[in-house]
């Protein structure tokens, strides 16, 4: 049976059953022939059987995989469009590609308004904005409504990027802020009124005590012009007669009788005296003026030193009887922050060193001592209060700053100061707080600040 050169699967076979091309098969070598053609047709069937079973499972998986991202894509529609936070994918150029209706409502936009609107034509400062150019990034800015009102808004910003890195959105989730932010002011001032309060006995005792000598010095004033009055009366009415030998011996006894060299010395000190009071009283006033004005809501340009020094006038009452206050204040260019948050840390922290010098001097008549230096470290000025108390041990240290955490008596202490003082230098000014303690030895307290403020935003850790 000769094979044809156009059937090489015939050709094949044959070569398979050992026959060359043009011999005749046998009986048994053609029923062979025959199996092998039948198997091969079998395993094509199956074959095509398992492709079809093949391509119809992957169209019931295919349509799964769509019904399962159509569902997931539900979803994620749902979460976005009920979400209670402003939501909004932006283009490359920051035009809005799409947001929620929280996102509208607190813009003051209609959805439709905001659809390739550019996100910075929100921003209601050029100091304080939403800034895409950056990496991921949680930060605080003001935003301007469509009213013109404006608001407070914590912003989440992070970009969705090809593999190429090019950005292809960015995704912003913003949360108003501006009632909280509010409201946390309003117990900051709250809490710096209730620490006025609380020293308002010892800064009463501060001020009367100069009063009392401005008012002997003022009384002892009045009695010596009253006195050197006399003496000019009687001048008045010897000059017409004449000073005679009786005249001078009139005026001698008068000014024995006054006193008046006496007079002559002390009447400038007793000015003096006064002016000092006088000075120190305004001094004590000032400080309370400065520490109980309601506190800026940006950060601004201040003397630092002179802040501390306010500080440590108002405080006095509270370490006076139990400690030496020395100050070190390198003089530094002028601290851009929040000065009435910066103030009540400092304040807390004078008031804690001069507590735990008391519980070690007691009543023997000892004194500590209280150190606060302001230096410049690179960028930073450094405020450091150190006190010779009683020190702590790690385990109190570790704590120090858990927010109602104290190792005070009740009714003495809130565990309120350093949770308070360590949210206003680390969370406000972007600093850092530092406590080195030796149970026996003493205690030191580092704030660092940014001379220059904080950053508009930090990068997200």
Do not use: W
Not at 133 to 150: H, N, Q, T, V
Not at 264 to 287: F, H, N, Q, W, Y
């Amino acid at each position: 049976m000769p094979a044809s050169p156009h059937h090489p699967l015939l050709a094949r076979q044959l070569k398979k059953l050992a026959l060359s091309e043009g011999e005749a098969p046998t009986a048994a070598a053609f029923a062979r022939l025959v199996a092998e053609v039948d198997a091969a047709y079998s395993a094509a069937d199956l074959e095509r059987e398992r492709f079809e079973r093949s391509a119809a499972l992957s169209e019931l998986e295919m349509q799964a995989a769509f019904n399962r991202v159509a569902s997931e894509r539900a979803h994620f529609r749902a979460v976005f469009d009920s979400a209670a936070l402003g939501i909004a994918i932006l283009e490359p150029d920051g035009s809005v590609a799409q947001c929620n209706a929280a996102f509208a409502k607190m813009a003051g936009y209609e959805l439709s308004e905001l659809e390739g609107m550019s996100i910075t034509s929100l921003n209601a400062s050029k100091e304080q904005h939403i800034d895409l150019s950056g990496p991921a990034a949680l930060f605080e800015c003001s935003m301007r409504r469509k009213s013109g009102e404006i608001m407070v808004v914590e912003v989440a910003a992070s970009a969705i990027k090809e593999a190429d890195g090019s950005v292809v959105h960015h995704v912003v989730v913003l949360d108003d802020v501006t009632e909280r932010r509010q409201l946390a002011f309003e117990l900051r001032q709250a809490q710096k009124l209730e620490t006025v309060g609380r020293l308002a006995s010892g800064i009463a005792h501060e001020i009367n005590t100069p009063l009392q000598f401005v008012g002997d010095s003022v009384a002892f004033m009045r009695d010596a012009f009253a006195d050197i009055q006399r003496l000019l009366s009687l001048h008045e009415s010897l000059r017409v007669a004449g000073y005679g030998p009786r005249a001078l011996a009139q005026i001698a006894q008068v000014e024995e009788e006054i006193d008046l060299p006496f007079l002559v010395e002390e009447l400038p000190r007793a000015a003096k005296r006064s002016i000092d009071g006088l000075e120190r009283v305004a001094t004590i006033v000032r400080a309370m003026k400065e520490f109980a004005h309601p506190e800026q809501t940006e950060q601004i340009a201040v003397d630092l030193a002179s802040a501390i020094q306010s500080t440590l006038t108002i405080a006095k009452n509270e370490y006076k009887y139990v400690a030496d206050v020395e100050t070190e204040l390198a003089p530094l260019p002028p601290v851009t922050c929040c000065v009435g948050e910066l103030n009540q840390a400092i304040l807390n922290m004078v008031v804690n060193a001069s507590h735990a010098i008391g519980d070690v001097v007691g009543s023997t008549g000892q004194r500590g001592k209280i150190t606060v230096r302001l230096l410049r470290e690179g960028d930073d000025a450094v405020i450091s209060i150190a006190d010779t108390g009683k020190g702590m041990p790690d385990d109190v240290k570790a704590k120090i700053f858990d927010p109602f955490f104290t190792t005070k008596p009740v009714g003495k202490g809130t565990g309120q100061g350093l949770a308070i003082a360590h949210n206003v230098v680390v969370n406000k000014h972007g600093g850092r707080i530092e406590v080195e303690s030796t149970v026996g030895v003493g205690t030191t307290f580092r704030i660092a600040v940014p001379i220059g403020g904080k950053p508009a935003h930090k990068e997200a850790a």
